[in-house]
């Protein structure tokens, strides 16, 4: 018998499904709030439940659809990454990373990614498929378990969409998730400390713009200029910075939100003294950060810049007035780049 993903329900069909059952229609709420607000996920801890409806439950239906097949702690900075297997088999990462200002989840979007980016694992199998609202959120609520109830005071504050996946590709599921975690009888967590970050899709980052929450755009640049982005990241030839960079504009001029730029700094490829030059020039005026993050070592051969690169790098930035700071990738010594655990455990359905 397949069971129903109590998750993927919003309010009115949880109702539907309790009076299907032959249950009041507050019964619904009840088990909203246990698993959107308080994170539960075992209907044992439902107590104001009775106990025949718990069984009912118990034998019909399931709270979330995924599997932890594996996860790997990093003893250094405590970040937790985690491989689920989702109910068709593919399988998606997600991590922990417990920060000095909060908890933060970094979800995965889609099983797989077809952007095909030079230097990440998670585009080598190509697209598998984009995942559902219910099991993005289900990633940040296993992790919220992890932290314990929220009411004993651990919560998950941060989530970024930064896991597998191009987040803008998925736009309607992840728009639908976004606001339900945001929901007061839900997580509750703040657009504020929301971060999405995107290869570069740019119509729907104007898209994103016109909905005017204020979360934080994060933008995998990588590269000052189309020559060296076409080859590092090939949705470039799609929207190149003659499009992109307006794109981010916008989002800055209609959120007042400050755009994030990733820059992921490869041994001499992009690390150049005239590319930092060039960085500086090409998001002159913007509401911009820039993030320098020496690229984590992966089975896709590009070594991360040397730590005298990096310091050079980011000192001709500052010296052009371009805020950036010189990020250390976190979870380092478990395989944290994205994407690397799932390939290394196949993306091959069960
Ligand atoms: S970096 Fe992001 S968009 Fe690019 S291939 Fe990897 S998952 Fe996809």
Redesign the pocket.
């Known amino acids: 018998m397949t069971r129903v993903d109590l998750i993927e329900m919003n309010p009115s069909e949880l109702e539907g499904f309790f009076r299907g059952m032959g249950e009041p229609a507050y019964r619904a709420w009840q088990v909203y709030r246990w698993i959107h607000g308080h994170g539960v996920l075992h209907f044992s801890e439902m107590t104001n439940l009775p106990k025949k409806v718990r069984s009912l439950l118990e034998s019909q239906t399931r709270i979330v659809s995924m599997d932890e097949i594996e996860r790997q702690v990093d003893q250094e900075d405590g970040a937790t990454k985690f491989l689920f297997r989702l109910r068709d088999g593919e399988t998606v990462e997600t991590v922990l990373l417990p920060q000095s200002y909060g908890n933060s989840v970094c979800v995965s979007t889609q099983a797989g990614?077809r952007?095909?980016?030079l230097?990440?694992v998670?585009?080598v199998g190509g697209l598998g498929r984009n995942l559902t609202p219910g099991e993005m959120e289900a990633q940040v609520l296993i992790a919220q378990s992890e932290l314990g109830r929220r009411e004993d005071g651990a919560r998950v504050s941060h989530v970024v969409l930064m896991g597998?996946?191009?987040p803008l590709e998925n736009y309607d599921n992840v728009l639908v998730f976004l606001k339900r975690i945001h929901e007061k009888d839900n997580l509750g967590i703040s657009y504020r400390n929301i971060t999405l970050?995107t290869?570069g899709l740019a119509p729907e980052i104007k898209r994103l713009a016109s909905e005017a929450l204020p979360i934080t755009l994060a933008v995998?640049l990588h590269a000052p200029n189309d020559e060296l982005r076409n080859r590092l990241?090939p949705?470039n030839k799609r929207y190149p910075l003659s499009e992109l960079l307006p794109a981010c504009r916008e989002y800055a001029e209609r959120t007042g939100r400050r755009v994030t730029f990733e820059y992921a700094l490869i041994n001499e490829v992009n690390d150049l003294p005239e590319h930092a030059r060039e960085l500086s020039r090409l998001v002159r005026g913007l509401l911009c950060h820039v993030n320098l993050i020496p690229l984590n070592p992966n089975e896709r051969g590009l070594e991360g810049s040397r730590p005298d690169r990096v310091k050079e790098f980011a000192r001709i930035l500052e010296n052009s007035g371009v805020n950036a700071t010189v990020r250390r990738s976190l979870g380092g010594n478990i395989e944290a780049a994205?994407?690397q655990l799932r390939r290394r455990n196949g993306r091959e359905k069960s």
Do not use: A, K, L, Q
């Open positions: 990614c952007m095909g980016c230097f990440c998670s585009t597998i996946g191009e970050s290869c995998s990241m949705v994205c994407g």
